[in-house]
């Protein structure tokens, strides 16, 4: 499968704990995004990634919340100290911005549950 | 004001009816706009692309209106398969770097 691939798929944390999340991007595409889901929300837009450079990240991203992509290939986005309101879905996408539909392919997410 | 709203619905459909949604965004110099389709409990995934002259893929027409900020999609003779939440997408670079979803509009195609 040469999708977008997440890992894990589920996580189950403590509050207070800290947790990381990796993905893994179509090996060709140099963007990658993270959004994150909630129940009857559409994505929110994270931060992005061209080659290793973070481009862009949200203002609604707290301290807690860093992401890397050191070589240019999978990345981690990292949450310290996490919170209830933490609970989400978090969606990983990559892109070939050089494609005519600049489309943004999705991996299956990881649901991150604090309890 | 969210930057891009849509109607949450539900819409309940028969099968081969015909369905509208429409997306409005706030911001006037969004460049590039996106329908997407998101399954129950599975990633999004790009639907079509809205270009300034309309667009159609079989069943599926997207239009943009740019003088009243909206993206409207059609689907005409609904099929069962169609049931999902369709995403509309709005881009402010024209190659894609951050995209502001909609919260999307669920349809439910119904025998």
């Known amino acids: 499968d040469t999708?977008?691939?997440?890992?894990?798929?589920?996580?189950i944390t403590k509050r207070g704990q800290n947790v990381t999340f990796r993905c893994d991007p179509i090996s060709?595409?140099?963007?990658?995004?993270?959004?994150?889901?909630?129940?009857?929300?559409?994505?929110?837009?994270l931060t992005y990634f061209q080659n290793e450079a973070q481009l862009e990240k949200s203002r609604l991203l707290s301290?807690?919340?860093?992401?890397?992509?050191?070589?240019?290939s999978f990345s981690t986005l990292e949450i310290q100290r996490t919170e209830q309101g933490d609970s989400a879905m978090y969606l990983c996408a990559s892109s070939y911005p050089q494609t005519s539909s600049h489309e943004q392919y999705f991996g299956p997410g990881t649901r991150l549950t604090v309890t | 004001r969210k930057e891009v709203e849509q109607d949450p619905g539900p819409f309940n459909v028969p099968e081969?009816?015909?369905?509208?949604?429409?997306?409005?965004?706030?911001?006037?110099?969004?460049?590039?706009?996106?329908w997407y389709r998101q399954d129950c409990r599975k990633e999004p995934k790009l639907l079509m692309s809205v270009y300034s002259s309309g667009n159609e893929d079989g069943r599926f027409t997207a239009q943009l209106n740019r003088a009243s900020q909206y993206i409207s999609l059609l689907i005409r003779d609904s099929k069962l398969?169609?049931?999902?939440?369709?995403?509309?997408?709005?881009?402010?670079?024209?190659?894609?770097?951050?995209s502001t979803f909609g919260d999307g509009t669920t349809l439910t195609v119904k025998p």
């Open chain 1, 3 to 11: 999708g977008v691939s997440q890992d894990p798929r589920h996580k």
């Open chain 1, 28 to 45: 060709e595409h140099n963007r990658l995004y993270w959004y994150r889901q909630t129940l009857g929300q559409g994505p929110e837009f």
């Open chain 1, 63 to 72: 301290d807690r919340f860093s992401a890397e992509r050191p070589k240019g």
């Open chain 2, 16 to 34: 081969g009816a015909t369905v509208a949604f429409n997306c409005t965004y706030s911001n006037s110099a969004s460049q590039s706009f996106f």
């Open chain 2, 81 to 98: 398969s169609d049931s999902a939440t369709y995403l509309c997408v709005v881009n402010m670079l024209t190659n894609a770097g951050k």
